[in-house]
C-alpha cells in the first residue's frame, strides 16, 4: 500500500581519521538483484580542515528488518575511489549501542580489513505522539438486523488519495438481540496511523447460523473525536452506500460506551535499551512429509537448494538473529518423529535435533540448519503431529528468561494438529508470557484446523500472540514479502506482550 509514512531511525554517525574531502554514501543493498547491487539512499558531499566530522542520515523504521545497508567513505578527486566502509542491518547497529560498543572500524575495500578510521553512531526514533487505546462499543438497536444473528464492528483506515484501505481492527461478534461488544485494545499508530483528525470507517456485519455474512450498516468516527468527548460519544450507523448522501438513511446509534488512552512507548524504544529477542524453532517431523531419501518429501535435500524447511529457516532467521545478542544460543527442536533412546525407537512429541536434550541451542542460523541435517539421518519420521508439547516447553523456557528477553518461536509444519484442543490450550497459556508462537506451512496441505485457530476470536483476558502463514509459490521467489507477512505481526504482539506485563522503556 502506498502512503502510509513509516517512522523515521536517524542515524548520527561521527567520522573519526577520515578524508576531509569526500563523499559519504548511505546505500541499501538492492535484494530483488541477483547479483549484489547496492542502491544509494543518502550522499553528503564533505569538505572540511579537519579529519573528524559527523553525518546524520534518516531511513525508514522496520522490525524485523534484514536488509543489509553500506556507509562508504569516497575519495574526491581525479583518482576518486573508495576509500573504507561500513556494512550493517539496523539489528547490528541496535546490539552494538546496547553493548556500548558504537565505535566500529571502518574496513579497507580490497582486503576487507580494519583500518585507522572508525565511525562512532547513534540512533534516535522519530518522535511520534502514540498511545495504547482501550475503547468499547454499544448500541440499543440497529433497524434490520435479525434476531437470530451475530454482529460485529470492524475499523478501516481508508484514504482514497494516496490508495490505501487497510483494516485496523474488529470486535468480537455478540448476539444481536443485546449488542455490546468486548472492549479492546489498539495502538493509535495501529489505528489511525498517527492522524488522530482523519475518519475511520465502522462497518457493522451480521451473520445468521451458516450463512454468509453481510454488511449492515457503515459509520465514521476520529479518535481526536473520542479523545475530546466526556463519555457521551455516539455516530449513526446508516445503510451502505448512502453515506457520502445528504439524506443518509439511518439504521441506528453506536455508543461509545468507555474510552482511555496511555502513553505507549516503540518498539524501537525497548530494543535499543532493555529488550532482548530470542529465536527458536520446532521442525514437524511425522511421517505425512514423505521418506527424506526420495525427490517428492519435503525433507528431500539437494545442496545447494535449500528444501521448505530449509529456505523457512534461513530466511526468517536472518531476519530476526541480527536483534539477538547472543547469536549462538538458538533452541532448535523437532517434533512428531521416532528417536533411538536407550537401544529403544520411541516416539517423541518434543526432541533437540542437535541430540543434546541438555543443551538443545545451537551456534548460529548455520548451526540450526546442520541440526536439522544431522537429525534427518537418524530420527525416523512418524506422528502424531503434536504441537502443544512444543509451546508448553518453550513457554517454560520463557519463564526462566525473565523480562528482557522475548521469545520467537517459530514451528514450522507440514499439516494441522492431531492435538487441537490441546494445541489451543497451550497457545492461550502463553500469551500471558513474553513469547509468541509463528506457524509456517509447507507442503500443500489446507491447513483447514490452523486458519480456524487465526480467525477465532479470543476471550478479552489472552493476547493473540500467534500467527500463521502458509510458504507458498508467492513466497519461494519473495524472501522480502514472505518475512512481512509471517513477521510484521511481532510488533504489535510484543508490545502487547510487554504492556501485560506492565514494563516500561528505559527511553524518555
Known amino acids: 500500500m502506498k502512503g502510509i509514512k513509516k517512522p523515521q531511525i536517524k542515524l548520527k554517525v561521527e567520522f573519526i581519521n577520515c578524508p576531509n574531502k569526500c563523499n559519504i554514501l548511505l546505500q541499501k543493498i538492492n535484494e530483488n538483484k541477483e547479483e549484489e547491487e547496492w542502491d544509494e539512499i543518502q550522499n553528503e558531499r564533505i569538505s572540511t580542515n579537519k579529519q573528524d566530522f559527523s553525518v546524520t542520515f534518516a531511513f525508514d523504521s522496520n522490525f524485523p528488518d534484514r536488509s543489509y545497508f553500506k556507509l562508504s567513505v569516497q575519495t574526491k578527486g581525479s583518482e576518486s575511489a573508495e576509500f573504507g566502509f561500513y556494512s550493517f542491518t539496523l539489528?547490528?547497529?541496535?546490539?552494538?549501542?546496547?553493548?556500548?560498543?558504537?565505535?566500529?572500524?571502518?574496513?579497507?575495500?580490497?582486503?576487507?580489513?580494519?583500518?585507522?578510521?572508525?565511525?562512532?553512531?547513534?540512533?534516535?526514533?522519530?518522535?511520534?505522539?502514540?498511545?495504547?487505546?482501550?475503547?468499547?462499543?454499544?448500541?440499543?438497536?440497529?433497524?434490520?438486523?435479525?434476531s437470530k444473528s451475530n454482529v460485529y464492528l470492524k475499523f478501516l483506515f481508508i484514504d482514497e488519495e494516496n490508495e490505501i484501505s487497510k483494516e485496523v481492527c474488529r470486535t468480537?461478534?455478540?448476539?444481536?438481540?443485546?449488542?455490546?461488544?468486548?472492549?479492546?485494545?489498539?495502538?493509535?499508530?495501529?489505528?489511525?496511523?498517527?492522524?488522530?483528525?482523519?475518519?475511520?470507517?465502522?462497518?457493522?456485519?451480521?451473520?445468521?447460523?451458516?450463512?454468509?455474512?453481510?454488511?449492515?450498516?457503515?459509520?465514521?468516527?476520529?479518535?481526536?473525536?473520542?479523545?475530546?468527548?466526556?463519555?457521551d460519544?455516539?455516530?449513526?450507523?446508516?445503510?451502505?452506500?448512502?453515506?457520502?448522501?445528504?439524506?443518509?438513511?439511518?439504521?441506528?446509534?453506536?455508543?461509545?460506551?468507555?474510552?482511555?488512552?496511555?502513553?505507549?512507548?516503540?518498539?524501537?524504544?525497548?530494543?535499543?535499551?532493555k529488550l532482548e529477542i530470542q529465536l527458536a524453532f520446532a521442525v514437524d517431523f511425522t511421517a505425512s512429509n514423505g521418506l527424506p531419501k526420495f525427490?517428492?518429501?519435503?525433507?528431500?535435500?539437494?545442496?545447494?537448494?535449500?528444501?521448505?524447511?530449509?529456505?523457512?529457516?534461513?530466511?526468517?532467521?536472518?531476519?530476526?538473529?541480527?536483534?539477538?545478542?547472543?547469536?549462538?544460543?538458538?533452541?532448535?527442536?523437532?517434533?512428531?518423529?521416532?528417536?533411538?533412546?536407550?537401544?529403544?525407537?520411541?516416539?517423541?512429541?518434543?526432541?533437540?535435533?542437535?541430540?543434546?536434550?541438555?543443551?538443545?541451542?545451537?551456534?548460529?542460523?548455520?548451526?540450526?540448519?546442520?541440526?536439522?541435517?544431522?537429525?534427518?539421518?537418524?530420527?525416523?519420521?512418524?506422528?502424531?503431529?503434536?504441537?502443544?508439547?512444543?509451546?508448553?516447553?518453550?513457554?517454560?523456557?520463557?519463564?526462566?528468561?525473565?523480562?528482557?528477553?522475548?521469545?520467537v518461536l517459530i514451528i514450522i509444519i507440514d499439516g494441522d494438529p492431531c492435538d487441537l484442543v490441546l494445541t489451543v490450550n497451550a497457545l492461550l497459556s502463553s500469551s500471558k508470557e513474553l513469547m509468541s508462537v509463528v506457524f509456517v506451512g509447507v507442503g500443500d496441505d489446507n491447513f483447514t484446523d490452523m486458519k480456524r485457530i487465526m480467525a477465532s476470536q479470543l476471550d478479552q483476558k489472552y493476547r493473540k500472540n500467534f500467527h500463521f502463514v502458509k510458504f507458498d509459490e508467492n513466497f519461494k521467489n519473495n524472501p522480502k514479502l514472505f518475512i512481512q507477512s509471517a513477521l510484521n505481526p511481532l510488533n504489535h504482539q510484543i508490545l502487547e506482550g510487554l504492556n501485560l506485563k506492565k514494563i516500561k522503556s528505559d527511553v524518555n
Open 233 to 273: 460519544y455516539k455516530f449513526p450507523l446508516v445503510v451502505p452506500g448512502t453515506q457520502k448522501k445528504k439524506k443518509a438513511k439511518q439504521l441506528g446509534i453506536i455508543d461509545l460506551v468507555s474510552f482511555s488512552k496511555s502513553q505507549e512507548y516503540s518498539l524501537f524504544s525497548y530494543l535499543t535499551t
Open 91 to 146: 539489528g547490528d547497529l541496535i546490539i552494538c549501542i546496547k553493548e556500548k560498543k558504537n565505535k566500529l572500524a571502518l574496513k579497507d575495500p580490497k582486503t576487507t580489513k580494519d583500518l585507522d578510521s572508525f565511525i562512532q553512531i547513534s540512533l534516535e526514533e522519530e518522535k511520534k505522539e502514540n498511545y495504547l487505546l482501550k475503547m468499547a462499543f454499544s448500541s440499543e438497536k440497529i433497524k434490520k438486523l435479525s
Open 172 to 231: 468480537m461478534r455478540c448476539p444481536s438481540k443485546e449488542i455490546q461488544w468486548n472492549s479492546f485494545k489498539i495502538s493509535s499508530n495501529d489505528f489511525c496511523m498517527g492522524e488522530f483528525d482523519h475518519p475511520i470507517t465502522v462497518e457493522c456485519w451480521e451473520q445468521k447460523s451458516s450463512e454468509k455474512e453481510k454488511l449492515a450498516g457503515v459509520g465514521e468516527i476520529t479518535l481526536e473525536e473520542m479523545i475530546q468527548s466526556t463519555n
Open 295 to 407: 525427490p517428492n518429501s519435503l525433507h528431500y535435500r539437494d545442496p545447494p537448494k535449500l528444501n521448505q524447511y530449509e529456505t523457512v529457516i534461513h530466511t526468517l532467521g536472518s531476519a530476526l538473529l541480527p536483534y539477538q545478542k547472543n547469536k549462538n544460543t538458538i533452541p532448535a527442536l523437532g517434533f512428531g518423529g521416532k528417536i533411538n533412546t536407550t537401544g529403544k525407537n520411541i516416539n517423541c512429541q518434543c526432541f533437540p535435533l542437535n541430540g543434546k536434550p541438555e543443551n538443545p541451542e545451537c551456534e548460529g542460523i548455520g548451526g540450526v540448519l546442520n541440526a536439522y541435517q544431522n537429525a534427518l539421518k537418524h530420527v525416523g519420521l512418524h506422528g502424531p503431529a503434536n504441537f502443544a508439547n512444543i509451546i508448553k516447553g518453550m513457554k517454560v523456557m520463557t519463564e526462566t528468561l525473565g523480562n528482557t528477553y522475548y521469545t
